[in-house]
């Protein structure tokens, strides 16, 4: 079969590889859309960011089956003791698994076919896309973080940062039952996308200061959860710590902030608001087969949207590194979800 191999930072070639064969508890899939994520864009171009000595020591021994794992796919071969799933069924991967991520600890989805842990793939319903179930990992993380922030029922939060993870955390937090939702963001592009999304409140951050827009949004009070999507290193393109800083002033007392952005080895606690204002500092939760069930059920349910996100389709396997470039500067290239690939159409 054809696959991309990484043989250094900034080289990826097309070759084949033996078709994999499904050990027990596995399956294989064909690979139907692929699309990159912002973490192994970043990797490719030799950044220093999550998984970056993983990556290194991989190289260090040769060319490398890498990335790939974000896709959907169809099951074409079932290893001995799988019960979940079936051949022709159509699946998407979950975030994390306890077998390790595809794409590092095992090949990726850079290929016409993955063989994987069956327990990382759930069914698509029948009204969600190829395309959109390749958005499904990301999403699944999401959902992680609405999961962490308990009971949304009435509740009301503000989404900082929208992205891909922000647009996808608004929708999540709104279909868990949040009362009101305030997207913020700094591209006017960004807020038009969130209110077609559901946003309540959209508010520009280039044009005013959000955390007293949210104040006063909320008659002085803050929202109750804020999901902080935006932060990171600046040299990637990220807000640093300042918008943590900022989710601390807007969220109200007792309330709880989710930490969904990657900040690296670590960054600043604004200790002080935290501690003497009772603030929760939380992480998404911990990925399971029930918070991939969620996601694929919200799809399926029309309660999230990722159709409007996904801008750039490209079509065939050799265009993997266009759709790296194109991913590595969404912002200069119009994209909010990563560009995808799709490596095979079903009914093509």
């Not at 071969?77 to 590092?104: N, T």
């Not at 973080?145 to 999540?172: E, K, N, P, T, Y």
């Not at 999901?227 to 943590?244: C, H, V, W, Y």
Request: hydrophobic residues 45%.
């Amino acid at each position: 079969m054809r696959a991309w191999h990484i043989h250094g930072y900034g080289d990826m070639r097309l070759g084949t590889r033996p078709l994999p064969v499904p050990q027990p508890g596995w399956v294989v899939v064909r690979v139907c859309v692929v699309q990159p994520s912002i973490t192994e864009t970043l990797l490719f171009e030799g950044a220093k960011t999550y998984l970056h000595e993983q990556v290194a020591a991989a190289l260090a021994s040769g060319p490398q089956p890498l990335f790939g794992h974000e896709f959907s796919g169809v099951v074409t071969a079932i290893g001995a003791g799988v019960e979940r799933l079936a051949v022709g069924d159509r699946v998407a991967a979950r975030g994390s698994h306890p077998e390790g991520i595809v794409g590092f600890d095992m090949p990726g989805a850079l290929a016409e076919y993955i063989a994987v842990p069956a327990t990382l793939l759930g069914r698509l319903p029948d009204s969600v896309s190829f395309s959109e179930g390749a958005v499904v990992q990301a999403l699944t993380d999401a959902v992680a973080a609405v999961d962490a922030a308990g009971d949304l029922a009435g509740r009301s939060v503000a989404v900082i940062g929208q992205g891909a993870m922000g647009l996808s955390c608004l929708q999540a937090a709104r279909a868990a039952g949040a009362a009101r939702v305030i997207a913020i963001a700094r591209r006017p592009q960004s807020l038009a996308l969130a209110r077609q999304l559901g946003a309540d409140l959209c508010i520009d951050a280039s044009a005013c200061d959000p955390v007293d827009a949210v104040i006063q949004a909320t008659g002085g009070q803050g929202v109750d959860v804020v999901f902080e999507t935006a932060g990171g290193p600046p040299e990637q393109g990220l807000a640093g710590d300042a918008t943590l800083a900022q989710a601390a002033r807007m969220v109200r007392d007792t309330g709880s902030v989710i930490g969904v952005a990657f900040n690296g080895d670590g960054t600043f606690l604004p200790y002080r608001l935290f501690r003497f204002r009772g603030i929760r500092y939380l992480f998404p939760s911990l990925m399971t087969e029930a918070i991939l069930q969620r996601t694929l059920a919200w799809l399926g349910e029309g309660r999230i949207d990722v159709k409007p996100m996904v801008t750039h389709i490209l079509d065939g396997l050799e265009q993997v590194p266009e759709a790296f470039r194109l991913t590595a500067r969404k912002a200069e290239h119009g994209l909010v979800n990563p560009a995808q690939v799709v490596v095979w159409n079903p009914g093509g």
